[in-house]
């Protein structure tokens, strides 16, 4: 496992790779390899895995949106936080599915939070789940499972690569697919919050094109499963 931080100050990394320290040994779990970087260009040269990453916005060269940008392309399951004041950059963060925005300076107790919830949804990323059809049992990362849907009598799993008719319900869906990751839009959807893209009080866009629309029952918000 690796964690990199790029593109931010001296002071910054030093209380990043601190407080990773004091997480990790609080959780007594040991802690991973922790590399850090200069300047963008660098980050995205080093062709190892990249489970974490911090990143800041604002620095010479290429800025921490488009370094953002590159390696979700590369790899979307690294989990990226952002670590700047600007706070005007937030909604541009969003759109690459940062993870979460951190604001300078940097509280304790909100990192060790938010470390927690990275570190589960890391695990939850490495979690296969099986999707039973008629003709077989296909293990499918939870991360490539873009939404489950009920219709006509059949539940779908539409999964980045394709499609499956599933022999299961949607209780046992509820059920199986991890909670930090899924909800229940209503009905007969349930939806993995990364793919979302944008979403309103009537529509959720997901990234798959075929998928992009998504309506929410009314008045019925989206609900934890």
Not at 55 to 61: F, R, S, V
Not at 67 to 84: C, M, Q, R
Not at 130 to 148: C, L, M, R, Y
Not at 207 to 212: F, I, V, Y
Request: glycine share 4%; aromatic share 10%.
């Amino acid at each position: 496992d690796r964690l990199r931080s790029r593109g931010l100050g001296d002071v910054y990394k030093r209380q990043i790779h601190k407080n990773l320290k004091s997480f990790f040994t609080y959780k007594h779990i040991k802690c991973p390899e922790v590399i850090s970087y200069s300047c963008g260009e660098d980050l995205l040269s080093d062709t190892g895995n990249k489970d974490i990453v911090f990143l800041d916005i604002e620095m010479p060269g290429m800025n921490g949106i488009y370094v953002g940008n590159e390696l979700k392309k590369s790899n979307p399951a690294v989990i990226i936080f952002i670590v700047t004041s600007y706070s005007e950059y937030l909604d541009e963060a969003m759109r690459f599915h940062v993870f979460r925005y951190l604001s300078k300076p940097l509280e304790q107790q909100r990192f060790f939070r938010n470390m927690q919830d990275a570190v589960n949804l890391y695990h939850t990323s490495t979690l296969l789940i099986p999707v039973e059809t008629k003709n077989g049992v296909h293990a499918i990362s939870a991360t490539d499972i873009i939404v489950v849907e009920a219709t006509e009598r059949k539940v779908m799993v539409y999964t980045v690569q394709k499609s499956y008719e599933s022999v299961r319900n949607m209780a046992y869906w509820l059920d199986t697919l991890p909670k930090s990751c899924f909800f229940q839009t209503h009905r007969s959807f349930i939806i993995n919050l990364g793919h979302i893209t944008d979403f309103d009080h009537t529509l959720i866009h997901l990234t798959n094109q075929l998928l992009s629309l998504i309506h929410i029952s009314e008045p019925t918000r989206p609900e934890p499963i």
